[in-house]
């Protein structure tokens, strides 16, 4: 079946620092995927999507290139700040299986001053 | 994006009693509410999928006479743990989408931890 599998955290980091979360995913033709971030106390929220293959999400400084080749959707940031902290998921949507989403199990970020 | 709310944030009950968890979305129609269960460390889960006015649809290893979802408005979804018991404690957390709402794209609400003593 559908999988999602991100790096485990905590990852810690110092405010500034360039940020990689690893992704990949296993899926039967051509999934939609996104990141979701979820701040303390809060529901997750859409961080970016990325729709086909090539395309690149970027939102508030954060991007992912959706790379079919090594079926990755990596989430980046060039310089993170404190207010990052939080927990970010990976997740899939399989193309034609409704609304369906499928998470990865989530990479905490804890940004220090 | 759209708001949504989860009554309560944070119970505890007793082994053997039902517990009740609202799901509401604030400023749209929610036609599809989906219900997941996420463990520590663990991603979230899909329970189940419901929209609006008809039976949920259950993934498959969930009980639904256990987990009992209600979808019978535009703003509201109720999910019931009946007869709860230790292994039921977790964090659910709810999702709509729907008109109004960015079409496919869930909206998450803040999640309720259940647990069962």
């Known amino acids: 079946g559908d999988s999602v599998t991100q790096m485990e955290g905590p990852v810690t980091l110092s405010e500034e620092a360039f940020l990689t979360i690893n992704c990949t995913y296993t899926?039967?033709?051509?999934?939609?995927l996104f990141w979701y971030v979820q701040y303390p106390g809060e529901g997750l929220q859409l961080l970016l999507k990325?729709?086909?293959?090539?395309d690149k999400g970027s939102n508030k400084g954060f991007e992912a290139t959706y790379r079919k080749e090594t079926t990755s959707f990596h989430l980046e940031k060039g310089s993170v700040q404190v207010s990052d902290s939080a927990v970010y998921f990976c997740?899939?949507?399989?193309?034609?299986?409704?609304?369906?989403?499928?998470f990865g199990t989530g990479t905490q970020l804890k940004v220090e001053l | 994006g759209a708001v949504v709310s989860q009554h309560p944030s944070r119970v505890i009950c007793k082994s053997g009693t039902s517990v009740k968890i609202e799901c509401r979305s604030l400023?749209?129609?929610?036609?599809?509410m989906f219900w997941y269960r996420q463990f520590p460390k663990q991603s979230l889960m899909l329970m189940a999928t419901?929209?609006?006015?008809?039976?949920?649809?259950?993934e498959q290893g969930v009980e639904k006479d256990k987990f009992l979802i209600n979808h019978a408005s535009l703003t509201l979804s109720t999910l019931t743990v009946t007869s709860a018991h230790p292994e039921d404690s977790s964090f659910y957390i709810c999702?709509?989408?729907?008109?109004?709402?960015?079409?496919?794209?869930?909206?998450f609400g803040p999640g309720t931890r259940l647990l069962v003593l």
């Open positions: 990325a729709t086909k293959a090539d």
């Open positions: 899926a039967t033709g051509y999934p939609s």
């Open positions: 999702s709509t989408s729907g008109q109004g709402a960015g079409g496919e794209t869930q909206y």
């Open positions: 997740a899939l949507r399989k193309t034609g299986g409704g609304n369906k989403l499928t």
């Open positions: 400023d749209f129609q929610a036609t599809t």
């Open positions: 419901s929209n609006e006015g008809s039976k949920a649809t259950y």
